[in-house]
């Protein structure tokens, strides 16, 4: 097992935020969690985007960063691909045979990526992600929100699961290069 570290990390520079930098945290209760800033400046305030910042880096493309020594881009894709898979990963929503049968995956309406919000589906009554883990049965013959698992019982949604993180992720991460310079904050 992984012992708890903590690093940042940057990534490169952009031409329109500046430095792109990232916190990777990993506790000793084996919870991983990544965050990010792009352009940290001393008064607290950031060029570009903070917190969450990989759904806006996997958008624009990592091409658009000028790598950092020990970076390439391979590598920062290789980066945020594990900041989606292991983020946060005692905040499970489903058991592992939830997760292995892909019912965070499964579409209200399949003509709209899963990331669209709002009303999927005729007498919908709250806006909710495109997602049948968002919807109660009672809503939408096909919902999963609370809706039991055939393998284990368990009803997603109803806690938060933990999921441990590989021992060779947690390695991956824990030898990626250290920033070359220091952050205002990150």
Request: charged share 25%.
């Amino acid at each position: 097992m992984t012992r708890a570290f903590t690093k940042v990390v940057r990534l490169g520079r952009t031409a329109d935020a500046g430095d792109v930098y990232c916190k990777i945290e990993y506790s000793a209760e084996g919870r991983l969690s990544v965050t990010g800033v792009e352009g940290p400046r001393r008064n607290g305030n950031m060029r570009g985007s903070a917190g969450q910042i990989v759904a806006t880096l996997r958008e624009r493309g990592v091409e658009h960063i000028t790598p950092a020594p020990g970076w390439t881009h391979d590598r920062m894709c290789g980066f945020l691909r594990l900041w989606d898979a292991w983020h946060l990963n005692d905040m499970r929503a489903g058991c592992e045979h939830q997760r292995s049968e892909g019912w965070a995956d499964r579409p209200i309406d399949p003509t709209k990526p899963t990331r669209a919000y709002g009303k999927h589906f005729p007498g919908q009554r709250q806006d909710s992600w495109n997602m049948l883990v968002w919807v109660w049965r009672s809503e939408h013959p096909e919902g999963l929100l609370a809706f039991p698992c055939p393998t284990c019982g368990y009803k997603y949604g109803t806690q938060w699961l933990k999921q441990d993180v590989p021992d060779d992720v947690l390695e991956w991460l824990r030898t990626l290069p250290d920033a070359d310079t220091t952050p205002a904050w990150v």
